[in-house]
């Protein structure tokens, strides 16, 4: 007779603490092992990148350190990995948390369901981050949030699992060891991953860098140390949001600032807020969520795309953003909005020209925030405020003595602030003294900032008053904001940037 076992699934959920999957297996007293399945549909996705890649496997690395019980690593679906355990045990159960993921992780649930009905194996999911899976409408959303973020963790105790003993030997065709052994390199000037490397940031923001977040996270340079810097950890569950909830909230009632901390926890609710709009509109990755904008902006200037992606658009701020992020993955959150607002306004691209490009440069890509907030930043969510940022505005305000811009436009590096946000309005005798020549030293810009913003904004808002946009728009509203009636904590209002 085969040995009866249970089995952690883990996917974005590398960690070991307040992980109910793991807390519920600890309860019984069946063997357990833990899986991860590399699944080569999702790594060669044109969101993927090598660089989410590195990070799981170091994840992975770390959780190993701490597990008691066998992770094995496997290479294709994830049918054929319990298909193959299925051979030498009896599964009684199969434990994960459910994944608010692009489109092919969505159906890659709903075929494993399938396989695991036709096994009769018992799939227990649990909902993460406080994200409602079926929902119809936002009704008590924010309430049921918070409800959730003030609840114990669960204390998983590990030395309660009950480990598989019985040699496994994975075969080669399925394991995923070497896989993961080619991919635990650390790449300069990139957040490392893992469960351990995720604690020492969260101590470090709350000890000390918290303290500047509202004064540097719209900064370019100074976000990278003022900001959490917690939300690679977040994308690959290394951390919970309920763990920083509640570090936050317990520094807040014992001396801490109360103004930072409240901002910063308001935005780990609008961090759910956006994951929980994508799991109850999944064709967000796709389609315009209004649809209302289906006929502007339906053309793509592959050049200017190809301009915009290798940061040599020629107006610097977006171009030292774009060079920053696709160089170290990280990006602070108001000049990400200005990448993607100057591709679908001053560019007038439609988003999906740009989308997975910053997906795979982002190394806390997030499918349930990354797919809304690039709609809401191009208008096509209907419901929003337009906001066209004007590049230039922003450097002059975020970045004014120009360290950011000469950092990663090296082009202009030699440039005083007074020249550097705009070298286009050089005279030829400052174009002679600083070596300059236009076009050549650095590109032309490839649009007029100024005219473009107005003819992008005259046709968005015409589009924004038609009929089609404010019909779809009311019942957008009605299924994704929460009712009049349901009052927002005062403490913790939902707020963006």
């Known amino acids: 007779m085969k040995k009866e076992i249970q089995i952690i699934w883990f996917k974005r959920d590398l960690r070991t603490q307040d992980h109910a999957p793991l807390w519920t297996a600890a309860q019984n007293s069946i063997a ?134 019985d040699t496994i030997i994975v075969e080669n065709t399925i394991s995923g060891e070497d896989l993961f052994l080619r991919h635990l ?133 977006v171009d030292a953003c774009m060079r920053c992020v696709v160089a170290t993955g990280y990006l602070n959150f108001r000049m990400r909005s200005m990448l993607v607002s100057f591709l679908t306004h001053h560019l007038f691209q439609p988003w999906q020209s740009g989308v997975h490009h910053l997906a795979k440069a982002f190394l806390d890509y997030e499918p349930g925030i990354h797919f809304p907030q690039f709609q809401m930043q191009a208008g096509t969510m209907g419901v929003n405020t337009i906001r066209i940022y004007n590049p230039i505005k922003q450097g002059l305000e975020h970045d004014p003595e120009g360290e950011f811009i000469r950092m990663w436009v090296k082009e202009l590096s030699h440039l005083p602030p007074s020249l550097v946000h705009e070298p286009w309005k050089m005279s030829q005798l400052e174009q002679a003294f600083y070596n300059y020549q236009p076009g050549i030293t650095y590109p032309h810009p490839i649009v007029d900032v100024d005219s473009a913003a107005k003819t992008a904004r005259e046709s968005i808002w015409q589009k924004k008053k038609s009929k089609e946009v404010k019909e779809n728009n009311r019942a957008i509203l009605q299924k994704h904001t929460k009712r009049s009636s349901e009052q927002e904590s005062p403490l913790f209002p939902m707020r963006g940037e």
């Open 32 to 165: 357990a092992l833990a899986i991860y399945v590399f699944e080569p549909e999702i790594m060669e996705a044109p969101d993927h990148s090598e660089r989410h890649l590195i990070f799981v496997c170091q994840s992975i690395r770390d959780l190993r350190k701490k597990l008691s019980i066998p992770l094995l690593l496997f290479f294709g679906r994830p049918e054929q990995a319990f298909g193959f355990l299925q051979n030498s045990f009896t599964i009684k159960q199969v434990l994960s948390h459910q994944e608010t993921g692009n489109r092919i992780s969505f159906d890659r649930d709903k075929r494993v369901a399938h396989f695991f009905k036709s096994e009769s194996i018992e799939w227990l999911e649990f909902p993460s981050n406080g994200v409602i899976r079926g929902i119809k409408n936002r009704k008590n959303w924010s309430t049921s949030w918070m409800e959730t973020m003030k609840t114990l963790q669960f204390p998983v105790d590990l030395k309660l699992l009950v480990p598989v003993l």
């Open 185 to 317: 390199e650390e790449i300069p000037g990139f957040q490392r991953g893992g469960e351990s490397e995720a604690m020492r940031y969260m101590v470090s923001f709350f000890e000390e860098r918290y303290v500047n977040y509202i004064k540097h996270i719209s900064k370019p340079a100074a976000a990278r140390k003022g900001c959490s810097r917690l939300s690679p950890f977040l994308a690959y569950g290394n951390l919970s949001i309920r763990q920083i909830f509640q570090k936050a909230l317990f520094l807040r009632y014992h001396g801490g600032k109360k103004r930072e901390l409240d901002f910063f926890i308001a935005r780990l609710q609008w961090h759910c807020h956006f994951i929980q709009k994508f799991e109850s509109e999944c064709e967000i990755e796709f389609t315009n969520l209004n649809k209302g904008f289906d006929d502007i902006r339906t053309e793509v200037n592959a050049l200017w795309v190809d301009a915009w992606k290798r940061g040599m658009t020629g107006i610097p701020m």
